[in-house]
């Protein structure tokens, strides 16, 4: 518990730091809420299902982790880009259409922001947005009350999968059960999901220290085997395949969009990815970016190969090629000082509403 308490100071001064206005008296309700909402938990513990929808009420889980990270926001640098498109999509769901965000991932916190630079012009999005969630962000006790707040459907990471060789069996089983919880969801139409294919977060090169979209491990959505981890592209493939395979067979329209955040200054993961639970958790004022970019259609770039496998990877490659060129812009607008004049011809940026 001493761990979450020097977290927790560490965070409150970090806002304060920051020079927003009213900070304290944002920060210390939310640090007293974070508090008692951890403790509720190790007193009644809360146990995820595979589908997760966002807890509301009677305590509205969601308003909780907007409030906690908004203050760590610099919404004077902080950028959407293409925003025509989800207005798109928005559009889409409305005509029971289902949309899958493929996308990079930074930090815990990157529901909350990809919410926060939405919530004024994109509400359906921002609180109904399903998060494809690994088991650590489900039992680490700082994590767990935020990720009570959005909706989620809850896997086993790869990365993780032998941490307890004992338990390989009983994940495979829990991540089989997800398949189908996902299946049913999309039959319904009307569903957006975001999954992030490289199974993990961001981390920094090891030479050059600069961020940007890199392969980790992959989440092997959603059934793991031995024989199938191929790791050679920044995206995994087969998640990026099964996910289209889950929107082509739903019954309703499907479309699938490359995704880009930027965010690890607001809560930057280690260095290393660490196999413990309780991670120390640095945090600071930031701007942040977000964007994303038209469809981009399997069949298209299928129809230049014979080999499905090829056909797999190439477009595996497009989506992140996509990703990786939305983060540089963002990357530009934020952290190379350029603002709205980052802009390129495919990706057009404006500012959120705060």
Known sequence: MISYQVNVAYNTFQVFSSGKPGADELVLPNMAVLFDRVLLDMEELFEFPPYHKALREPFDYYIFGQNYIRPLIDFSNSYVGNISLFYEMEQKLQQGHNIVLISNHQSEADPAVIALLLESANTRIAE?????????????????????????????????????????????????????????????????????????????????????????????????????HRGQAPFDASSVDNMRRLAEHSGAPGHIYPLALLCYDIMPPPRQVEKEIGERRVVSFSGVGLSVAPEISFSDIASAFENPEEAREAYTQALYDSVNEQYNVLKSAIHGKLGLQASIPSVSLSQPGN
């Open 128 to 228: 109904n947005l399903i998060y494809v969630a690994g088991d650590r962000v489900l039992t680490d006790p700082l994590c767990k009350p935020f990720s009570m707040g959005r909706n989620l459907i809850c896997v086993y990471s790869k990365k993780h999968m032998l941490d307890a060789p004992e338990l390989i069996e009983m994940k495979r089983k829990a991540n089989t059960r997800s398949l189908k919880e996902m299946a049913l969801l999309l039959r319904g139409g009307s569903q957006i999901v975001w999954i992030a294919p490289s199974g993990g977060r961001d981390r920094p090169d090891p030479v050059t220290e600069e961020w940007h979209p890199v392969k980790a491990y992959a989440v092997q959505f959603f059934v793991y085997s031995m024989d199938n």
